[in-house]
C-alpha cells in the first residue's frame, strides 16, 4: 500500500482512519484508467480481512485468498460476470439482480465471523434500478460491511449513491513514478521511457504498452520512415506502403509525438534518454542545435495532421504531406 502514498494528503488522511479502524462504510474510489483504483480497493480488502497484527500481511490465509477475489465475505460485483444466477453473462451494465443478490447475501452473518467486503467494479455501469437498489443499503448497512464503489466516471452515478460515500480520487502519476515502475519490472530503458510518456499518467497503461510488440514493432517503422529517410524522391514510394494503414494513423502520430517529447526532454531537461542511442546522426544534431521554436513546428505538424484526419483528408495524402516535413527538417542537419 506504501506505493499509492505519493497521492497526497488524502490518500494519507485515508490511510489512517484504517490504522485507527474508523473507515467509513462506503467508499467511492475515482480517477483515469489505469492509475490503481481495482488495485487499492483490492489492498483495502486484503487490510480489512487480513487476520494477523500487521494488515496487510499478505500471508496469512484470508490475503491470499482477498488477493485472489476468493475470501468467502469478499463479495467482487462488476458488468459482464452476473453475481446472480438470473443474469446472463456478457451484459454491458450491472443490473439490479446482481445488487439484490449482494444485499440477500450481506443480510447474513459473515462466513468467517468478522468484517465484509463488497467491491463494485465499474460502478457507472450500474443500471438506474441497480444505483437505487444500493442506495437503500449504503443508508443502511449492515454492520462491519463495507462498500467501494470505483470508477473512471463518477459522473454518470446518481448523486444520492454519490453523496452515501466518502470519495478517495486517485491522481495522474508522474513521469518519473511511472518511469521507476517500469525499470523495477525489467522493461529496457527506451521501451521504458517511451512507454511512460504515452501513459497519460496511467501506470496500467504503461504497463500495457510495454507489453506491447505490435507497438514496438510499429514504432521501429515510424521511426525508419520519418527519421532515417534522408531523401525527398523516396517519400511517395514509403507513403505508398503505407496508404492502406489509416486505422493506425492515431497510434503512428502519438508514436511520433513520443519521439519528439523525448527528443524535447534530452534537449531542455537534461533528461537522460536513450533516444540518442537509436536516432541517426543529424537528428541528433538537432537535439542539439535547433531552437525551441523547430521543436514547436514539428508538434505543429502532427497537431495539423491529426486535424486533416479528423476531417476525412485522404490518408497517404496527409502522410506524404507529414514526411515530407520530417525529411526536410532532417536533411538541414546532416554534415
Not at 2 to 20: A, C, K, M, V, W
Not at 46 to 63: A, D, F, I, T
Not at 158 to 166: E, H, I, P
Not at 268 to 289: A, D, K
Amino acid at each position: 500500500m506504501n506505493d499509492f502514498r505519493p497521492q497526497g494528503e488524502e490518500i494519507l488522511s485515508f490511510f489512517r482512519h484504517l490504522e485507527q479502524d474508523t473507515v467509513p462504510h462506503a467508499v467511492l474510489i475515482s480517477g483515469f484508467e489505469g492509475v490503481g483504483k481495482r488495485t487499492l480497493a483490492l489492498l483495502i480488502s486484503q487490510y480489512l480481512l487480513c487476520e494477523s497484527g500487521n494488515p496487510p500481511c499478505g500471508r496469512c490465509p484470508s490475503c491470499l485468498l482477498a488477493l485472489k477475489y476468493e475470501h468467502p465475505d469478499q463479495i467482487l460485483i462488476q458488468k459482464g460476470i452476473p453475481l446472480s444466477s438470473d443474469v446472463k453473462e456478457g451484459r454491458s451494465s450491472i443490473p439490479i439482480e446482481d445488487i439484490r443478490e449482494m444485499i440477500r447475501f450481506t443480510g447474513t452473518a459473515a462466513i468467517k465471523g468478522g468484517k465484509r467486503i463488497v467491491l463494485i467494479h465499474d460502478a457507472d455501469t450500474m443500471t438506474p434500478q441497480a444505483q437505487n437498489a444500493l442506495l437503500k443499503t449504503l443508508e443502511e448497512p449492515p454492520a462491519d460491511t463495507f462498500f467501494f464503489l470505483v470508477t473512471s466516471h463518477p459522473e454518470s452515478l446518481l448523486n444520492t449513491v454519490v453523496s452515501r460515500c466518502s470519495r478517495l480520487h486517485l491522481h495522474s502519476w508522474t513521469y518519473d513514478y511511472i518511469l521507476n515502475v517500469l525499470k523495477n519490472r525489467n522493461v529496457p530503458k527506451e521501451k521504458a521511457e517511451a512507454s511512460a510518456e504515452l501513459s497519460d499518467g496511467s501506470v496500467g497503461r504503461a504497463i500495457q504498452i510495454s507489453e506491447d510488440e505490435d507497438y514496438w514493432t510499429l514504432r521501429k517503422e515510424v521511426m525508419q520512415a520519418f527519421f532515417f529517410n534522408t531523401r525527398r524522391s523516396d517519400i511517395l514510394t514509403i507513403s505508398g506502403r503505407w496508404k492502406t494503414r489509416k486505422n493506425e494513423a492515431d497510434k503512428i502520430l502519438s508514436i511520433l509525438e513520443s519521439i519528439v517529447g523525448q527528443m524535447i526532454m534530452l534537449r531542455f531537461n537534461g533528461h537522460s534518454s536513450n533516444i540518442e542511442n537509436v536516432l541517426p546522426l543529424h537528428w541528433i544534431h538537432f537535439i542539439n542545435g535547433a531552437s525551441p521554436e523547430a521543436f514547436c513546428a514539428i508538434f505543429d505538424q502532427i497537431a495539423e495532421a491529426r486535424k486533416a484526419l479528423r476531417f476525412s483528408v485522404n490518408f497517404q495524402a496527409v502522410f506524404e504531406q507529414l514526411l515530407l516535413f520530417f525529411v526536410g527538417e532532417g536533411i538541414k542537419w546532416l554534415q
